[in-house]
């Protein structure tokens, strides 16, 4: 009996199938020289056929895009949603980089509309990140995008965006047996705001199957995608080879329950979590075997039992650390070159610094408050660092909205910049004085300070404060001493 590939709603007016198709191959094909365009088009079309109408695209998955605009031209009018991503370059981008970055993808697709565009931002202590998703929102209001998605967020930042008023539907976040950083707080959040998970990584980049069962640890040199060297760095610090394999044996005991793969209970286990729109998996070009093989994840079930098994054998891995997407922020970088050396080869600072004498330095954030009062948003004299006092403003936006928690977050995104371009870090900070206008709201906001300054400990003060504005819930400033200069 043929399955059925389930469908679900990610937003009115968008359909997708539960099992979406990722595109990202097309670029490591090419790598290899080893990419047939006329081949993969015929091939998308097949996935087309047998229900598997969605795909997951970027900008940077080689001629994704375009090999997509060349199968909507072939064969016009059939049922199918490409969802594609912008992932700029770190540094500057103003509106009109947004609208052409936009433009270009629409150009390549053969398109007026994007059915989803997903942003990715690398640095939080850059604003730009959140005046991207702003002028985002003006092009889906002007019809050039569907709907708007983010990529690689954590929870705080995800939710900043959501409180910032940006119409969210999606979040597509790495989600597997060994990364389960999404069942927590993200889960959480993205069931009482609507949000819905498209999980990657959910087959660990082929090592979640029947073929990496019983073997020995592969080497280095025996890893030819970039999939499998991202996903090698997984495995070792989840646990490691031994301890992936007590993993292995539990889902293969499940699969043969069932008479399915290892990669069906492993992509089934994911797509039954309630905030889970759907699952991606790569395309196998000239590999129409794939098909049949990813419809039988919905020829079954996984019982209360199952799960609470996969469940029991999956604890035996250590946390990924961070919260989601940190692997793309933050050591240790889980991807395929151990760094970020193959995304990008510089990270401009967040603002220009100003040398006013020999011995200060100063950045400004551009609020007008800084010009209005004459201050500096951060002076560097030496190796001490003083931050003003900050808010969640950035322009004439206030981030976060009436959220204590999320402008607190944006409030230590924006010092983190500050000290980031006169040459400090977060862990150079000392002292910290936090100031509220509701007390209330003293615990939300300390439990944000702790996750920031959890390992850093710096002395710290607060107090209730009036602010100048209503709309302002928090405001902090920092002392820094840069000690390895």
């Not at 936009?102 to 939080?124: K, M, P, T």
């Not at 980049?205 to 280095?220: I, Q, R, T």
């Not at 007590?246 to 309630?274: F, M, Q, T, W």
């Not at 030496?382 to 944006?410: K, M, R, Y």
């Amino acid at each position: 009996m043929k399955n059925v590939v389930e469908r679900i709603s990610l937003s009115p007016g968008l359909e997708i199938s539960r099992v979406l198709t990722g595109l990202w191959q097309i670029a490591d094909m090419e790598r290899l020289g080893n990419l047939d365009n006329k081949e993969a088009t015929k091939i998308i079309h097949s996935y087309v056929e047998s229900g598997f109408t969605t795909f997951d695209m970027a900008d940077h998955y080689g001629s994704a895009e375009a090999i997509s605009g060349k199968f909507l031209i072939e064969f016009p009018g059939l049922n199918s949603q490409f969802l594609t991503k912008w992932v700029p370059q770190p540094g500057p981008v103003t509106r009109e980089d947004t609208r052409a970055a936009v433009q270009r993808s629409l150009e390549r697709v053969g398109v007026d509309c994007i059915d989803l565009l997903q942003f990715h931002a690398w640095n939080y202590a850059d604003p730009v990140w959140l005046e991207s998703l702003f002028w985002l929102q003006e092009l889906k209001e002007e019809g050039l995008i569907g709907q708007l998605g983010l990529t690689n967020f954590d929870t705080a930042h995800l939710k900043m965006a959501v409180r910032s008023g940006i119409e969210v539907v999606s979040n597509q976040i790495s989600y597997s047996m060994i990364d389960q950083r999404a069942s927590q707080d993200m889960t959480e959040f993205c069931q009482s705001n609507q949000v819905k998970l498209l999980a990657y990584g959910t087959l660990a980049g082929g090592f979640l199957s029947e073929k990496w069962l019983g073997v020995a640890e592969p080497e280095a040199r025996q890893l030819r995608t970039w999939s499998q060297m991202k996903y090698k760095r997984f495995i070792e610090v989840s646990g490691g080879w031994r301890v992936f394999q007590r993993v292995l044996c539990r889902l293969h005991e499940v699969a043969l329950k069932y008479d399915v793969s290892v990669a069906n209970v492993a992509g089934r286990y994911i797509l039954e979590d309630p905030a889970v729109a759907g699952i991606i998996i790569g395309l196998r070009i000239g590999n129409r075997e794939h098909i049949v093989e990813n419809s039988k994840i919905f020829s079954f079930e996984l019982s209360e039992e199952d799960r609470c098994d996969i469940a029991e054998a999956s604890n035996v891995l250590k946390v990924i650390p961070g919260d989601c997407g940190n692997e793309y922020r933050a050591p240790p970088f889980l991807t395929a070159s151990g760094d970020l050396s193959h995304h990008f080869e510089d990270t401009p600072t967040p603002y220009i610094k100003k040398q006013l004498s020999t011995k200060r330095t100063v950045v400004s954030s551009g609020t007008s408050w800084e010009d209005i009062g004459g201050y500096s948003r951060a002076i560097r004299i030496g190796d001490q660092i003083w931050v003003s006092g900050t808010t969640a403003t950035h322009g004439s936006l206030i981030v976060g909205g009436n959220d204590p928690e999320s402008q607190a977050h944006f409030v230590i995104d924006k010092i983190e910049g500050a000290l980031i371009s006169l040459g400090g870090c977060l862990q150079d900070v000392f002292r910290t004085r936090i100031y509220l206008r509701d007390i209330s709201d003293w615990e939300m906001v300390a439990r944000v300070h702790g996750k920031r300054f959890g390992d850093v400990a710096p002395a710290n003060t607060l107090i209730q404060a009036g602010m100048v504005g209503d709309e302002y819930l928090v405001e902090i400033e920092v002392d820094a001493l840069v000690e390895n200069n």
